[in-house]
């Protein structure tokens, strides 16, 4: 594969996680265990899109594709345990039901 298909990649998915965390909400109670395990999973999520960003930036394609998709499997899973609401979109999240 060549750069600029990774690169055109990774701007593509860059994209589509931006507008998956845009969507998100904690829905679970405040002042509980599972509050702080969304926040846990909220906090790996803007890490790894950070990383990725940065990667990016610098022109390691690769990487930036490596830490956005962890970006998004930490935010696709937190979404199908309930930790946060993808406010039911079934085309940016793996919803359980």
Do not use: C
């Not at 395990?37 to 930036?64: P, Q, T, V």
Request: glycine share 6%.
């Amino acid at each position: 594969m060549k750069a600029n298909e990774l690169k055109e990649i990774v701007e593509k998915y860059l994209g589509i996680q931006e507008e998956a965390m845009d969507k998100i909400k904690i829905s679970v109670p405040d002042n509980s265990f599972l509050e702080t395990a969304a926040k846990d999973y909220l906090s790996m999520i803007r890490n790894y899109f950070s990383d990725s960003k940065h990667f990016y930036e610098k022109g390691d394609y690769a990487r930036a594709l490596a830490s956005i998709n962890y970006a998004y499997g930490w935010l696709d899973s937190a979404v199908r345990f309930g930790l946060l609401n993808g406010d039911s979109d079934n085309r940016l999240f793996t919803l359980y039901k």
